[in-house]
Structure formats: C-alpha cells, structure tokens
C-alpha cells in the first residue's frame, strides 16, 4: 500500500511539476511573440481605423496554446477585442462593443478557439469570462486542444494573403502604408437577416449549466414568435412580450424535452421538433453534420444555431463525442475575400462577434413552414 501510495504522490508531483514548467516556458516564449506582436502592431492600427474611423489606443497581449501556437489579442480600451492568427493573417474574432476576456489580465494566458479563454492559475485552468462552471485541469486542456488543433486547420486552409505579405515587409515604409490603407480602405461589409436585432437585443434566460444549446433555440423562437408571431406560447413570455428570465422559462420547458443540459446540433433539432408537435408551430427543423449550408442559410435571411470547434464542457463526453458550444449566427461580414459569421455568443455582453468561418462545425436551421 505504502509502495502503491508514493507512486501516485510522485505522478502527481510530476505533473504538477510538468505544468509549472510548462507555464514558465510559455511565458518565455511569449516575450519573444510579443517583439513580432509589437511589430504588427501598425496592422491592427489600420483595421481599427478603418472600423471604427478613429485613431485608438491599443493593448497587445499574447494567447497560447498547448500546441506551441500564439496568437494576438488586440484590446481596444476597455470595450472591444480582436484575436489575431499571425499564421494565416486573419482575426478569429472580433467584438469592438465586447469587453476583451483577458481585460485586467497579463500572464499565463490561453486560447482555446472562441469562447475557451484561459488563464493558467497553479496546476489549474481558470476559465476568465466563467469562473469555476468552466475551470480545467491539465489533462482536461489537453482533450480541448485536440478539438481546437482541427479547428486551426479549417481555419487556416483559408488565409489572408495581402496580410501575410505585408507581415514581411518593412510596415514603416511609405510602400507598405499605401498598401496597408488599400486593404483596409474601408470597414467589413456587414449583411444581417431582417430584424436581426430580435436577436443581437433579446432578453432571454441565462446560459447556465451548459445550457447553450437551449439558450440559442429560445434565441431562434424569440426571433421568429417577434416577426411572424405564435410561435412562443404566452405562458413564457412577461408582461412585455419577452421571453421570462425566471420561474418557468421557455428553457426549462426545451431543457425537458431534452433531458439532459448538455446537447448536440441533433438534440437541438428534436427539442425544437418537440416544441412546435406540443405547441401547434408548423415549421421545420433540420440538422447539418457538418458546415454545410450555414452561409447559405443566413444569406437565406434566417438564422442558424451553429456548433464549432468548442466545447462547452470540455470534461464532458457523449456518445457522438465531446458537446460543443452552441452560438446563434444572425450576418455576415465580408472583408476583401474572407467572410465571416456575426454571431450571438448566448453569453451577457456578447451578443455581436464576428467569427471566423473555418471555425464553425454543424449546424441546426429552423424555418415555419
């Protein structure tokens, strides 16, 4: 007993003692990321110019991974972030009306895809939107970045040339101004289905227990109970025709359809499925495996609840996998030849980021017929 014990005292030591390192290591490595971030620096000017029309202070911070990736936080003040790849020159996120999730914070940071923002705290992963629901351990991060490394894949067969290029060149250089200015000329063109603030807007029940998916389908019947009407029945609206936040919300009604918190593009599509059988909605619900269609469908004006590379839980398993986090997407916005989602976080706050395409995964579309 006594051998067996001090086996397990020393692994645990080990790997206790492998993440102290691993932090310290990190830590070295981004000091050295953060001479090239600063050098970028006039890149990131010239798109918050050409966004905003105004001439900002920012604040550059380096994210890591477990897979010796780095990437750049660009803060903008107090309110507004983006999240830039140096490997394929494209931000992964964008939210100028959003606090930054690393604001306050300047070491031991990770990213793990939209939505996993980490700080390394100890042996502990500490989630720094959501503290303790999302908080990690090691071999836990180890699992999310296997989702996040087919994420950055996706990503990254799809790269923002023009950048790239100029990230070579002399940024200083009246040349590269010019070209700078060329590319960032004028902001992203920004496409929303009709009403779109039914949703960027909603009042709706809280995210909660990895209720995500629940949270994005009360945002899809929301938006069209606001446009077409009778879709959401009244014992789960307030006083002023909003979704109710407390007592018997239309998410405790989903959530037992369901059975379960945790949920996949397929759950999703019988929970609404169920919903209008029960309610007498005429519509349509259907389930994408894959990211098929999702642009289509918001060009299509209707939203879409899509499921990406990251996980809600990433300690939790199912039979299909791990469970991803489910996020509303509602527009489009096109810069030169990338487009991305603008999506509903079902996070308070987030409520308009613009996401990276090669980032989502499947899908869940609704239409009343």
Known sequence: ??????????????????????????????????????????????????????????????????????????????????????????????????????????ENLYYFGPLNYYQLSGDKFVHTVIHNEYDMSFAECRSLQSAFDTALQNSRTQKDTEVLALMQTNLNSRASVNRLQSHFSARATNKYIPNYKYIKNAIYPANENNTCGYTAACLILNYWHKVKGNVINSSFLDSNGNLKTTGNTLQDKLLSYGKSNSSWGLTIRDVLIDYCNEYGVAATSTYYVTNFDIFAEVGR???????????????????????FHAVTAYGTSTSGLVTKLIVHYGWSGYSHVTLDGGLVGSSTQFVLN
């Open 1 to 106: 007993m006594k051998k067996i014990l001090s086996v397990l005292l020393a692994s645990l030591l080990l790997l206790s003692t492998s993440a102290t390192a691993f932090a310290m290591e990190t830590e070295t490595n981004a000091d050295n990321w953060l001479v090239s971030a600063n050098q970028h620096q006039i890149i990131h000017n010239a798109k918050i110019a050409a966004e905003t029309g105004q001439n900002v202070t920012l604040t550059t911070k380096i994210l890591s991974d477990l897979s010796d990736n780095h990437f750049e936080l660009v803060e903008v003040g107090d309110t507004g972030y983006m999240i830039f790849d140096p490997q394929s020159g494209k931000y992964l996120e964008e939210a100028l009306d959003s606090p930054s999730p690393y604001l306050g914070l300047s």
């Open 301 to 323: 004006n209707r939203p879409v609840i899509v499921f990406g590379y990251f996980p809600d839980s990433p300690g939790q398993v199912q039979s299909r996998g791990k469970v």
